[in-house]
């Protein structure tokens, strides 16, 4: 595919930024939010999660995990190992008996896949606010935006603080330490905590949050912004927010590793759509664990299971004028085991685009590339101005 396109890097955000996924998936469908403040990956979870959700509430981004009995955090995903069943187990009990001393307000904790939930305040008579610091040590917040931390091993679970001096602030930040707090509780002697010790894996004994958001967000759909109609094949809540956010119909094609079935799909109904995008879940993972082989190997699996099995396919259906693009939101070094804000490679790949001598899919190569460095934001509009002239 190299070979038949050409390479240039991507700074998805903006310079400095090591951005998670939401805002660095926004940039690279066209969208940034300079001059607007950010809603919060919080509401793109829950509106992706199918959560109940509406201006004034508090919504946020969760995160089973492993703490000690001084609130060290000893794993931020709880050793990934979790099932839909203990994740449930835990949300229900959390749900029914998670107290707060603000008596019209409620919490609800949404699980979605593995380690990752949503958590949705509501006030009766008050619009809550999304001014407050995380719980999560590992992310900041700028405007709204989640932004990754260089990673410790002394990371400790915090408690949120208001940011501004008003009362919605100060009700909000408690409300979280409330619920931060009363979770541990109530997971300590928990059966499913109790079963994961016993077979010596990590309890899910504390609930980080992160990425507050209060508001619904009204964007323009991306059929009105760019004149295209697209679909999505996507696994995460997030992205899947993000697809009803844009107004773009989210497909889902098999388990998230299915690589061969997300392929399928995309033949399939490419005939129905302008054109899709794709995200593929896999190598994130592996370098937030630090495991180098492991994310060769998923890189190769994706690269034969997915790539080879569309390029086979496209060759039988002799499409013309087809474009195909390969990037990455952002980067997750082993060696860091976290978000960073080098630039990804970027790829253009198809009969009409300008060809250079680039030929394998790398940092190193995306460095040597003709299309140079170019912002996120500035990707799909360029796509499709390649398209529009051929």
Known sequence: MTRMGCLGQVITVGKGVAPQSDIAVFNMLGYNFK??????????????????????????????????????ILDRRAGRQITNKESQMIARTVNKNIRLSEKNASVKVAPTIGHRMTIRFRHKYMALSDRITNTDPAYDR???????????????????????????????????????????????????NKARIKAGMMPLNAILSRDAGTRYPHIEPIRKKFGINLASIVDMPVEVGISKVLGIEAIIAGDVTNYEQKALTVIEELNNYDGLYVHIKGPDEFGHDGDAIGKKRNIEAIDKQFFGTLLNMLKKKKLTKLMIIVSADHSTPCSRKAHTDDPVPLMFSGEMVDKDNTSRFTERHAKQGSMGVMMGADVFGAALNILKSK
């Open 142 to 192: 700028v405007d709204g935006i989640g932004v990754a931390k260089a990673t410790s091993h002394n990371m400790r679970l915090r408690k949120s603080e208001a940011q501004e001096k008003s009362k919605s602030a100060e009700i909000s930040a408690k409300l979280l330490n409330e619920f931060s707090e009363g979770a541990i509780k109530l997971l300590s002697e928990h059966p499913v």
């Open 35 to 72: 001059g607007a403040r950010y809603v919060g990956r919080g509401v793109i979870e829950s509106i992706g999660s199918n959560v109940d959700f509406h201006d004034g509430d508090l919504a946020l981004r969760g995160n089973f995990a492993t703490v000690d009995d001084k609130l060290n």
